[in-house]
């Protein structure tokens, strides 16, 4: 597995490395020992899928608040997305930047995404599957999110327009920072 910094504090993009053979290849998608070589949390609670029917369907942006804030690898299984972080804890020299990067069934590309961040996604063509794992259980009522057109972050989504998004996800107040 191929580990690269990004611009945010503690978020990676892990990327398979294959053995090719004539068959095809072999990749790990996901290797304990890895993650803690790398520092990296490597706990897991849950696997979750989420199927999206249209492009343009926006899930985000999403976190649990302390003490239940979760890691999560996400990776395309089918289709492709731009998947999007923000770092939200306050104490980081990177806090309120966030990234965008293209996961998609083609290049198997995941994204490790921090505790204490924002995580949310657009897909790019009909009938996505998002496939990440988690590290901590769901807990409904601890649920945080940021509307995906807040204005203090500005995220540069590639898609704006009829967008598919839950009433939920529409209705997140616009963020301050001491919330
Ligand atoms: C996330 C989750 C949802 N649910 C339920 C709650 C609800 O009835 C239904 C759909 O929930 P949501 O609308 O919150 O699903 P969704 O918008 O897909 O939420 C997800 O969005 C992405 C961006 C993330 O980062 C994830 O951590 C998660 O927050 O599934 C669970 O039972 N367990 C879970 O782990």
């Not at 070589?37 to 989420?50: D, E, F, P, W």
């Not at 990067?101 to 995941?110: D, F, G, H, V």
Request: proline share 4%.
């Amino acid at each position: 597995m191929i580990f690269e910094k990004t611009k945010l504090n503690d978020a990676y993009i892990i990327r398979p490395e294959r053995l090719e053979d004539d068959r095809g290849f072999f990749a790990r998608a996901w290797c304990q020992k890895e993650f803690e070589k790398h520092g990296l949390v490597s706990n897991l609670a849950q696997c979750n899928i989420s199927y999206n029917k249209s492009q343009g369907t926006l899930r985000g942006m999403h976190y649990q608040k302390k003490p239940h804030e979760e890691t999560k690898l996400v990776r395309c299984t089918a289709g492709a997305i731009v998947d999007v972080i923000i770092d939200i804890r306050p104490e980081s020299s990177t806090f309120s930047q966030w990234l965008t990067i293209e996961l998609s069934a083609e290049n198997r590309t995941m994204l490790y995404v921090p505790r204490g961040f924002a995580h949310g996604y657009v897909t790019l063509v009909d009938d996505v599957e998002v496939f990440y794992q988690v590290s901590e259980f769901y807990t409904p009522g601890v649920e945080g999110g940021i509307r995906w057109d807040d204005p203090f972050f500005q995220i540069a989504w590639p898609i704006r327009e009829n967008l598919v998004v839950s009433e939920k996800d529409s209705s997140w107040p616009d963020y301050e920072k001491d919330e």
